[in-house]
C-alpha cells in the first residue's frame, strides 16, 4: 500500500493525505437532493455556486446529476450526462484551481465527463454497480472514491467486517482495470444502507479503516441521522455536521464532502492547528 505520506494527484492539487485535509464541496445538478435538489441544476447556477465554494475554500467540486437520497427516482444515462455535461464544461472553461470530480456509477458517464475533463470519479456503489467504470478511469488515471453501499447485511459479519470484505473487492476491480493504489480513496458511505446505530459505529471507529492504508473521505453533510440527534432540518445541520467531521479529522479522514465549505474551512483549519501545532 502508498500509505498516507505518500503524494498524490487529484488534479491540479498535488496531496499528502497526512499532511492536508481537503474539503470537498457538493452541486448537485438535480431537481430532487435531499438538501438543495433543482436550485442548481441550470449551467448558470452551477457556475455560480462552483465559484461561490471555490471562494469559500474549497479545494475539491463534485458535480453529480442524479440523487442518492432514500426513494429517488432513477436516472438514465442521457439524462444524467444532459445535466452534468454543460456544468462541467461551464465550470472548467472558468478554471476556478480546483479538482473537479463526478458523482456516478455508471461508467458512460464517467468516461465523458473525464472526457470533458474532470479529475476524479466518485461512485457510490463502490465500483461494484458497473464494473466497466473502473476502466473508464484507469484510462484516464482518474483517481477513485470508493464508497460502501451494500442493500443487505451479511449473516455472521460485523458491519466493520462486512464493510472490509466489500472494499476488498471494489479494491481488486480497481487494481484489475489498471488502477494503481495511490488513486483509490475510500469512502465509508455514511447513511448509504445504514442507520442511525450503524453511522455512529463507524465514525466512532474511523482509527480501523484508516488502518488499512487508504485514504478516508467523509460525507455527513445535513445528514438525515445528524437530524435524528439534533431534531434539525436539513438546512438547519451545518453545526452537527461540522461537530461529526471535526471528530473525523482527529481519528485521521482527511476529505470532507459538504455542502457548507466556508464553516468546514474554519473548522477544520483550527481543529488542524490544534491537533498538530507545530504544523500551524
Same mark, same amino acid.
Given at each position: 500500500?502508498?500509505?498516507? =505520506?505518500?503524494? &498524490? ?25 435531499? #438538501? ?41 444515462? #442521457? ?59 484507469? =484510462? ?91 431534531? &434539525? ?23 470532507? &464532502? ?23
Amino acid at each position: 500500500m502508498p500509505g498516507l =505520506d505518500a503524494a &498524490r494527484p487529484l488534479g491540479p492539487i498535488q496531496w499528502r493525505p497526512s499532511q492536508m485535509p481537503l474539503i470537498m464541496g457538493i452541486i448537485n445538478v438535480t431537481p430532487d437532493s435531499f #438538501s438543495d435538489g433543482g436550485q442548481f441544476i441550470a449551467a448558470d447556477a452551477a457556475l455560480a455556486h462552483a465559484r461561490q465554494l471555490a471562494d469559500q475554500g474549497a479545494h475539491i467540486l463534485d458535480i453529480g446529476g442524479e440523487s442518492t437520497r432514500p426513494d429517488a427516482t432513477p436516472v438514465n444515462e #442521457s439524462e444524467e450526462l444532459a445535466r452534468v455535461l454543460p456544468a462541467i464544461r461551464a465550470i472548467i472553461e472558468q478554471d476556478l484551481g480546483c479538482a473537479l470530480s463526478i458523482d456516478t456509477y455508471k461508467a458512460n458517464v464517467a468516461a465523458k465527463a473525464l472526457e470533458a475533463g474532470v479529475h476524479i470519479v466518485n461512485d457510490v456503489w463502490g465500483l461494484q454497480r458497473d464494473p466497466d467504470i473502473a476502466k473508464a478511469a484507469a =484510462d484516464h488515471q482518474a483517481p477513485v472514491i470508493i464508497n460502501h453501499w451494500e442493500t443487505e447485511k451479511q449473516a455472521g459479519l460485523g458491519l466493520i467486517d462486512q464493510m472490509k470484505a466489500f472494499f476488498d473487492r471494489s479494491i481488486a476491480i480497481a487494481q484489475a482495470a489498471g488502477l494503481s493504489e495511490d488513486r483509490i480513496i475510500l469512502d465509508p458511505g455514511i447513511g448509504f444502507g445504514k442507520d442511525l446505530d450503524d453511522n455512529l459505529v463507524i465514525l466512532n471507529g474511523l482509527e480501523t479503516l484508516i488502518g488499512w492504508g487508504y485514504p478516508l473521505l467523509i460525507g455527513t453533510s445535513r445528514k438525515r441521522f445528524i437530524g435524528a440527534l439534533t431534531g &434539525r432540518e436539513a438546512q438547519d445541520r451545518v453545526h452537527g455536521t461540522v461537530a461529526s467531521n471535526v471528530l473525523a479529522l482527529e481519528k485521521g479522514a482527511s476529505i470532507f &464532502r459538504v455542502h457548507d465549505v466556508a464553516a468546514h474551512k474554519d473548522a477544520l483549519a483550527v481543529a488542524g492547528a490544534i491537533l498538530n501545532p507545530q504544523g500551524s
